[in-house]
């Protein structure tokens, strides 16, 4: 009678290197992503000069309003230090990894991607990556431009500084996903880029202008049910107040929560792709 292989070691053998091969799958998609955005730099400006462009009206319109001696939830920093974060994440919704996935699909290169061996999470992730980068750029420049013109300070320090633009950059990848979640469904620009407007109304039902405490009581019921809340209160309180671990940890919660949902619909959705 012949002896019975053992099969399980071998299986359990490929299953690191399955791993290893979608991580360097996405980072190449990643790559190739970044080398496009380096291709058309001017493609940048509307993503950091927009953003910026609100920073200066908001704290023109209403620095005098909150001066920074008499202003209690200011921690005696200027109204610039409390808007900042809003114009962060605004930064963070112009991601064009949605529309550059449409190209992909009207130009049938995605239909080639689904062919190869290359996972669907590799797929996802590729431009995410490259969200990623371009958002870290972006909001370092901000800030630097911030501490210049409107004398902040990061209160956290240099290390509150770098986790205040992985926060930034990391939800940026959320927002560009379920963005590309979009394109996958409608595989139209023009949609796709409608749907981006839906930030507007998450940034504006936010204690955007006035701590949470101070608004209407319809206008804090609306922000506390908004998830952007949270990653706003986490970036600022790094700004004004110092690593606060609870605050910090339901802006990262939110993010989490949401990344894994986005990440299981996309994943689903380039399945399910006719």
Same mark, same amino acid.
Do not use: C
């Given at each position: 009678?012949?002896?019975?292989?053992?099969?399980?070691?071998? #299986?359990? %053998?490929?299953?690191?290197?399955?791993?290893? +091969?979608?991580?360097?799958? +996405?980072?190449?998609?990643?790559?190739?992503?970044?080398?496009?955005?380096?291709?058309?730099?001017?493609?940048?400006?509307?993503?950091?000069?927009?953003?910026?462009?609100? &920073?200066?009206?908001?704290?023109?319109?209403?620095?005098?309003?909150?001066?920074? $001696?008499?202003?209690?939830?200011?921690?005696?920093? +200027?109204?610039?230090?409390?808007?900042?974060?809003?114009?962060?994440?605004?930064?963070? +919704?112009?991601?064009?990894?949605? &529309?550059?996935?449409?190209?992909?699909?009207?130009?049938?290169?995605?239909?080639?991607?689904?062919?190869?061996?290359?996972?669907?999470?590799?797929?996802? &992730?590729?431009?995410?990556? %490259? $969200?990623?980068?371009?958002?870290?750029?972006? %909001?370092?420049?901000?800030?630097?431009?911030?501490?210049?013109?409107?004398?902040?300070?990061? $209160?956290?320090?240099?290390?509150?500084?770098?986790? &205040?633009?992985?926060?930034? %950059?990391?939800?940026?990848?959320?927002?560009?996903?379920?963005?590309?979640?979009?394109?996958?469904? #409608?595989?139209?620009?023009?949609?796709?880029?409608?749907?981006?407007?839906?930030?507007?109304?998450?940034?504006?039902?936010?204690?955007?202008?006035?701590?949470?405490?101070?608004?209407?009581?319809?206008?804090?019921?609306?922000? #506390?049910?908004?998830?952007?809340?949270?990653?706003?209160?986490?970036?600022?309180?790094?700004?004004?107040?110092?690593?606060?671990?609870?605050?910090?940890?339901?802006?990262?919660?939110?993010?989490?929560?949401?990344?894994?949902?986005?990440?299981?619909?996309?994943?689903?959705?380039?399945?399910?792709?006719?």
């Amino acid at each position: 009678m012949t002896p019975k292989t053992e099969t399980t070691p071998a #299986t359990t %053998a490929v299953e690191p290197e399955h791993h290893s +091969s979608a991580l360097r799958d +996405s980072l190449l998609l990643g790559g190739r992503a970044i080398r496009e955005a380096l291709r058309t730099p001017d493609s940048l400006l509307p993503t950091m000069f927009i953003p910026l462009f609100f &920073l200066v009206v908001n704290v023109g319109q209403a620095a005098r309003i909150f001066p920074s $001696e008499a202003t209690p939830f200011l921690e005696g920093q +200027s109204y610039g230090a409390f808007q900042l974060p809003a114009s962060l994440l605004l930064s963070a +919704s112009f991601g064009g990894a949605a &529309l550059y996935l449409v190209e992909e699909i009207e130009g049938g290169y995605f239909d080639k991607l689904r062919a190869t061996p290359i996972s669907r999470m590799a797929m996802i &992730l590729g431009r995410l990556y %490259a $969200e990623f980068v371009k958002t870290i750029a972006v %909001a370092t420049v901000m800030v630097l431009l911030s501490v210049l013109v409107f004398g902040i300070h990061i $209160e956290s320090g240099i290390l509150g500084f770098v986790v &205040l633009v992985t926060m930034v %950059a990391i939800w940026a990848m959320v927002f560009s996903g379920f963005m590309q979640l979009i394109s996958l469904k #409608t595989r139209s620009a023009a949609a796709t880029q409608g749907a981006s407007m839906i930030f507007f109304p998450l940034l504006f039902l936010t204690p955007n202008f006035v701590p949470r405490n101070q608004l209407t009581r319809p206008m804090e019921i609306a922000a #506390t049910i908004n998830p952007v809340t949270y990653i706003m209160e986490a970036a600022r309180s790094l700004i004004l107040e110092g690593f606060e671990g609870e605050t910090l940890a339901k802006g990262f919660a939110v993010i989490g929560v949401t990344m894994v949902l986005m990440l299981g619909l996309s994943v689903r959705m380039v399945n399910n792709y006719d």
